[in-house]
């Protein structure tokens, strides 16, 4: 129960990745709060199911971040004890020629400009009590520049430098750091032909697609005091993969 009585926000908390860690939150304790933009329905039942709240948004509008902040911090009396920016969008493109206008607005909006829009959001309460911790979906995609969706890729390293420079202008009272999933079994990975997934499936050292669990207890740990002197961090959940050149 390490996060009984605390109040934790998990932005996109009502489907894939974003479900395990409001689920992995709520079984240690944790008042959740899950955000949508579209699951209406999912992010209810799941918040009724773990005795929290649903609040839509869509995380890449200020008005509604900022709506999002007002409903949260109303609830809990102005205290926000972690963020988990897990809210993500992807185009599953072969080519950066793919990659439209349109396209990079929306990806880079939703995974680069939502996360910084909900930490500054909530990094003011946190400062205030000088407490808090957040956590950032990264990805293992934009390591080696081998994923085709350039828009995504960087979107998900700007997440790293944003990591960064929060960790360092939010110390020493709100840690900041980051999560990159290698592949994780949900939504993001119905795209591929089982035979693109065997070949994937080698790749991968330990052997197996990841679980939406496995990310949500490396961001349970992040967030937890077991990691009060870690910040600023990127913590790889890939089963090895990316050690592979
Ligand atoms: N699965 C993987 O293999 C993998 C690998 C590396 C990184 N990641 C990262 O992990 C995170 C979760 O991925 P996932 O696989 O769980 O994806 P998913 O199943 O497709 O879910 C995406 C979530 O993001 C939310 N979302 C999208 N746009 C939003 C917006 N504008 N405002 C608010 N919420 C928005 C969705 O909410 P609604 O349904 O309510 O619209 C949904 O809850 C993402 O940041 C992703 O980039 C995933």
Not at 78 to 95: E, F, K, M, P
């Amino acid at each position: 129960m390490r996060f009984k009585g605390k109040s934790v926000l998990v932005t996109g908390g009502a489907k894939g990745i974003g479900e395990a860690i409001t689920r992995a939150f709520a079984s240690e304790g944790a008042r959740v709060f899950v955000n949508y933009n579209t699951s209406k329905a999912e992010a209810e039942k799941l918040a009724k199911e773990e005795g929290g709240f649903a609040v839509r948004a869509d995380v890449s509008n200020s008005k509604q971040v900022e709506a999002m902040k007002k409903f949260v911090l109303d609830k809990t009396g102005g205290t926000l004890d972690v963020l988990v920016n897990n809210a993500g969008d992807i185009d599953w493109v072969s080519s950066w020629e793919d990659v439209s206008e349109k396209m990079w607005d929306r990806v880079v909006n939703t995974n680069l400009k939502g996360t910084f829009l909900c930490t500054r959001a909530f990094a003011p309460s946190m400062l205030k009590r000088k407490r808090g911790a957040i956590v950032n979906l990264s990805s293992t995609a934009f390591f080696q520049g081998k994923f085709p969706a350039v828009h995504y890729n960087a979107s998900k390293a700007g997440v790293v430098a944003l990591t960064k420079t929060f960790a360092n202008q939010l110390a020493p009272f709100v840690r900041v750091n980051s999560v990159a999933p290698g592949f994780i079994q949900t939504n993001f990975q119905s795209h591929y032909s089982s035979k693109r997934q065997k070949e994937l499936l080698n790749t991968i050292p330990l052997n197996r697609f990841g679980r939406t669990e496995d990310v949500a207890r490396a961001v349970l740990f992040l967030a937890s005091e077991e990691a009060s002197y870690v910040t600023g961090q990127t913590l790889v959940v890939d089963g090895g993969r990316v050690m592979i050149p």
